[in-house]
């Protein structure tokens, strides 16, 4: 029989009770690919709109109760009216991200610029995202950049370094005693001979010489094909620098799908690694968020459906018999210690979850709680007029 919840020691089912994921605002505005930004009835045309709809996810799911903002995407005249709309929803305002990646100056790079103009003006950029923050009651400063060269000698290597080096140490010596710096690496696009962080260990080692409140972001689709990702996830936790895991799923490139679509089993694989290091608490200092653009689907069924697949990794980690695991590990039973993660991956958690949601007063299956509940023809009805916000606005 599938377990259920009194299978659960009381520190596993906490952990599940207590799971929060953060959403990202741009998920719910239209998106699409580099030939085409598909648009969406319903779709949100200001950041409010936008929290209104990622409070939705929250409704169903009990999950999700931060939103990521994008800057300059989610500007507005005011940030504390924001954050009011957003507390009348149950929502916190969480991450700001920095956009320094589609302003025409920022063609030959950003933070790392030859141009010192246009260094100061992405540095200029990264403050303005702190005064965002200070208004918000944001801790965290996301940095990603779509830096670096498409040929061989277009520039210095070594130069860009030195100057994201400077660039960072500004914006780190800008933050507040209670924030932290986020530098986030993807190893190609929109650069495409070598990307100025493109790999963990590259932002590892800016961040440890920027200081203890910078750390590194790890998202799922910015790694090369086959990557073993959960081992980078163990070596930045063991490094006490992984600030930050940002789900999504991808078969080519940062494709940004719902999560698990193309590896549940690896989303399994990571979770179980998250599990063992004690990181799942709310004390570890990692921030789990979904990064994802929706580009044919409907994007609040997306967000809940990524959002119920990391619970549901969540809970086959848990279920993981870790003395059978140790054992069968110090005793070098390959064969056994492969099947013990199996026997947990192999586990149907849905009868366990469900019972969760029922006893937090949820409905036990989200997604179709949500279809009942006639939002997205309401906001289809209601949102005529005006421009939808999208990926870039």
């Known amino acids: 029989m599938p377990p259920s919840l009194a299978d ?7 952990l599940l009770r207590e799971q929060t994921i953060e959403l990202p605002s741009w998920a719910f505005g239209n998106s699409g690919t580099r030939f085409k930004v598909f648009t969406t009835p319903g779709a949100p045309r200001d950041p409010f709109e936008k929290i209104d709809d990622a409070a939705q996810v929250h409704k169903y799911t009990g999950i999700t109760p931060r939103v990521s903002l994008h800057i300059p995407w989610d500007r507005v005249d005011d940030f504390a ?5 957003a507390a009348e929803r149950g929502i916190e305002l969480g991450t700001i991200n920095s956009n320094v990646f589609q302003d025409d100056d ?4 950003s933070l790392t610029n030859s141009d010192e103009a246009v260094r100061r003006k992405a540095i200029d950029a990264h403050l303005r995202c702190i005064d965002v923050m200070d208004q918000t009651g944001s801790t965290t400063l996301k940095v990603w950049l779509g830096d ?27 933050l507040g005693e209670d924030q932290r710096l986020l530098l986030e690496y993807k190893f190609f696009e929109p650069a495409f001979y070598h990307t100025d962080v493109p790999d963990w260990g590259t932002a590892l080692a800016h961040v440890s010489a920027l200081g203890e409140r910078a750390v590194v972001c790890l998202d799922t689709g910015h790694h090369a094909p086959g990557t ?15 600030g930050a895991f940002d789900f999504n799923s991808r078969f080519y490139a940062d494709d940004d799908l719902v999560v698990g679509a193309a590896d549940p089993f690896q989303l399994f694989r990571i979770m179980h690694e998250i599990v063992s290091f004690g990181a799942l608490e709310a004390t570890s200092g990692v921030n789990f968020m979904l990064d994802q653009c929706h580009n044919l689907e409907q994007k609040i069924p997306g967000e809940i459906l990524s959002a119920l697949n990391v619970q549901e990794a969540t809970a086959k980690a848990l279920l993981v018999d870790r003395a059978a695991l140790d054992a069968a590990q110090r ?6 210690a492969n099947q013990v993660l199996m026997d ?33 023809a309401r906001a289809e009805a209601e949102r005529v007029g005006g421009a939808q916000a999208s990926w870039g606005a």
């Open 228 to 242: 073993n990702i959960e081992f980078i996830v163990v070596q930045l936790l063991r490094a006490g620098r992984l």
């Open 148 to 174: 670096g060269t498409n040929y061989p000698g277009q520039d210095s290597i070594a130069a860009r370094q030195d100057r994201l080096a400077d660039s960072l140490g500004r914006i780190y010596g800008a």
């Open 344 to 376: 947990a991956y192999s586990t149907d958690v849905r009868p366990l979850l469900r019972e969760l949601r029922e006893s937090q007063g949820l409905d036990p299956a989200p997604l179709a709680a949500f279809a009942r509940s006639g939002y997205l």
């Open 331 to 336: 005793s070098h039973d390959v064969i056994g």
């Open 8 to 14: 659960l020691t009381p520190a596993q089912a906490r």
């Open 106 to 109: 920022y063609k030959f790079g």
């Open 81 to 85: 009216r924001l954050r009011d709309h």
